[in-house]
């Protein structure tokens, strides 16, 4: 059975041979799920880091592909076909490139958590003031 604390949804299977999860992720099998899965913020950050390996993972296969693909579209004397697909390839991994790395330090938890504190500070008269800016005091 699940734990109580554990957000995860879909059949669990536990039994002391190990278990089995079914669920939106796909299916697991193995020992212990609640070892990597009691903590949100591992579990949070697992999901960065696995994102951040796709994108990479995505990147190698546009360079071999288009590069493949222009070296046929070379050698048959070819339009040059091969560069839209390398455009809109191109265009889809920038979008994923902002997504996984911009995007979170825009408007993500950690930017998210800044400015929850900036506010409390405000909100509590605290202003965060350089001291070194304009001011040559020793």
Same mark, same amino acid.
């Given at each position: 059975?699940?734990?109580?604390? /554990?957000?995860?949804?879909? $059949?669990? $299977? /536990?039994?002391?041979? %190990?278990?089995?999860? $079914? %669920? =939106?992720?796909?299916?697991?099998? @193995?020992?212990?799920?609640?070892?990597? =899965?009691? /903590?949100? /913020?591992?579990?949070?950050?697992?999901?960065?880091?696995?994102?951040?390996?796709?994108?990479?993972?995505?990147?190698?296969?546009?360079?071999?592909?288009? @590069? $493949? !693909?222009?070296?046929?579209? *070379?050698? &048959?004397? %070819?339009?040059?076909?091969?560069?839209? +697909?390398?455009?809109?390839?191109? @265009?889809? !991994? !920038? +979008?994923?490139?902002? &997504?996984?790395?911009?995007?979170?330090? +825009? *408007?993500?938890?950690?930017?998210?958590?800044?400015?929850?504190?900036?506010?409390?500070?405000?909100?509590? @008269?605290?202003?965060?003031?350089?001291? =070194?800016?304009?001011?040559?005091?020793?």
């Amino acid at each position: 059975m699940a734990r109580d604390n /554990d957000d995860f949804e879909g $059949i669990d $299977i /536990d039994g002391p041979w %190990g278990g089995i999860r $079914i %669920g =939106s992720g796909g299916v697991r099998m @193995g020992r212990r799920f609640a070892a990597d =899965s009691d /903590d949100a /913020d591992y579990r949070q950050a697992r999901r960065r880091v696995r994102r951040r390996l796709n994108f990479y993972r995505n990147v190698g296969y546009y360079v071999a592909v288009v @590069g $493949i !693909l222009a070296l046929i579209d *070379w050698a &048959t004397g %070819g339009g040059w076909w091969v560069q839209w +697909l390398a455009a809109i390839w191109g @265009g889809v !991994l !920038l +979008l994923r490139f902002l &997504t996984n790395f911009v995007a979170p330090s +825009l *408007w993500g938890r950690e930017a998210e958590e800044r400015m929850i504190q900036q506010e409390m500070n405000r909100q509590r @008269g605290r202003v965060d003031v350089d001291s =070194s800016a304009g001011h040559d005091r020793p």
